[in-house]
């Protein structure tokens, strides 16, 4: 109930391409989704987020598609850039109780942008 | 600047040894966690802490002690009763009001030898 699966592992597409990172869910509970972005070597970076009331948003480059009844949730890099190369993380949190704040984690996508 | 310093970066220590890992931030944050990252298993949360002198089990706290004696300080012991120590750990705060919206330090990465 607590997974949040991601797909796919890894992506590779050319520089001005739209790589797209999928997520599903099974808790219904939860009601914040973001998505961190990840160097080699750092920790993982807040990018953008979503909550359900809303199907999309975006931020720059970067999109949230949110399909409540699928529990799905995507992200869109548009005129991807080689500085997108990068590890992405979808999550999901819940609210209230012990739940609030406490993050769960997909397995991470390895993107990676060519010239 | 404020954000959050962890320390060592990295670390090799002998099996059998137990190994502590610093984790100190000056954001004023209220919530503190430690995640583990293995590759192709995402984040997987150890312990977290939501105010001084409380904190919570996670998915995978066996084998791993913390302490929240200060706002600023949360501390994970890495103990010689987990059995794959080996891994890259990650500690992270939050301020009560923001849901999700976790700070992550560097990371600190560990190796058992």
């Known amino acids: 109930q607590q997974q949040v699966k991601q797909s796919p592992q890894s992506l590779i597409v050319q520089k001005g391409g739209i790589p797209i990172i999928n997520c599903a869910y099974e808790n219904t509970a939860f009601d914040y989704f973001p998505w961190y972005q990840q160097f080699p070597g750092k920790g993982p970076a807040l990018l953008i987020a979503?909550?359900?009331?809303?199907s999309e948003k975006k931020e720059g480059r970067f999109t949230i598609s949110f399909n409540k009844s699928a529990k799905q949730f995507s992200l869109h890099i548009m005129d991807s850039q080689p500085g997108d190369s990068a590890t992405y993380f979808c999550?999901?949190?819940?609210?209230?109780?012990?739940?609030?704040?406490?993050?769960?984690f997909g397995q991470g996508t390895i993107l990676t942008v060519h010239p | 600047d404020g954000g959050i310093t962890q320390s060592p970066k990295y670390l090799f220590r002998k099996e059998g040894q137990n190994v502590t890992l610093s984790c100190e931030q000056n954001l004023n944050h209220d919530a503190m966690y430690w995640y583990r990252q293995d590759p192709g298993q995402g984040l997987r949360l150890i312990y977290y802490?939501?105010?001084?002198?409380?904190?919570q089990k996670g998915d995978i706290a066996e084998g791993y002690s913390v302490s929240r004696e200060k706002k600023e300080s949360f501390p994970l012991t890495v103990t010689s009763a987990q059995k794959n120590p080996t891994a890259f750990y990650l500690c992270?705060?939050?301020?009560?009001?923001?849901?999700?919206?976790?700070?992550f330090g560097e990371g600190s990465r560990l190796t058992v030898l």
């Open positions: 999550a999901a949190s819940g609210a209230g109780g012990t739940s609030y704040g406490k993050l769960t």
């Open positions: 979503i909550r359900p009331d809303v």
């Open positions: 802490s939501q105010i001084v002198n409380d904190f």
């Open positions: 992270a705060s939050r301020l009560a009001s923001r849901t999700g919206e976790l700070f």
